[in-house]
């Protein structure tokens, strides 16, 4: 239940509009988990994301949004915006497409996802960097969180990593708030130990 479109119950629920639901437990267990677990879910569970994954690992030419303040104010405006439409009844993110989508239903939604999906191709995660807002709850939860990619002593300071992260996350004095796991960093690193999973935090102290 964790697909943007289904925002609307959660926020709604929280807003004492409709009672708590198996669904929306378990989203409440999830952004906690997120804490411990950096955006672990995002990476590898969440189908939305899955999805536009698998698409900008098409061939082709890159867009790379290493801006992280322009998605982050995007995000956080839809944010104010689906909270807001809760009072009057309006789901603006079942307009994403999603639901119908992964339905498999023909209808005008299912087409906006599939441009979505071709953007995908080109700029990486567009949905969940720009549209999603559970991806800024998450965010913050991340950001504050337990697990991260972090750099140790032996980074040679090549900026490889940072050269090919899609989100920008890779730049020193980040906090994986918007780092999906996607491997791209560790793959290039050409120092084995320079950037490990651990408590960026602690880390910190260390350095």
Request: hydrophobic content about 50%; some cysteine.
């Amino acid at each position: 239940p964790l697909m943007p479109v289904y925002f609307y119950g959660f926020a709604a629920t929280l807003g004492g509009i409709q009672a708590i639901g198996l669904g929306i437990a378990a989203i409440i267990l999830l952004v906690m988990l997120t804490f411990f677990t950096g955006r672990a879910f995002c990476a590898h569970i969440c189908p939305v994301g899955t999805i536009q994954e698998l698409a900008s690992r098409v061939p082709g030419r890159k867009f790379l949004v290493q801006n992280r303040t322009v998605p982050q104010a995007v995000r956080l405006v839809v944010l104010a915006g689906a909270v807001a439409g809760v009072a009057y009844s309006v789901n603006l993110l079942a307009y994403t497409g999603v639901e119908s989508f992964f339905s498999l239903a023909l209808a005008a939604g299912t087409l906006v996802f599939a441009a979505i999906l071709a953007v995908s191709v080109f700029v990486y995660r567009p949905l969940c960097r720009f549209l999603c807002p559970f991806g800024a709850v998450f965010s913050v939860c991340a950001a504050a969180g337990k697990t991260g990619i972090v750099r140790t002593d032996a980074c040679i300071g090549c900026r490889k990593c940072e050269k090919v992260c899609p989100t920008g996350e890779a730049a020193p004095g980040t906090r994986n708030a918007d780092c999906y796991l996607c491997g791209r960093c560790t793959e290039v690193c050409p120092v084995e130990g320079a950037l490990v999973c651990s408590d960026p935090f602690a880390s910190e102290k260390k350095m």
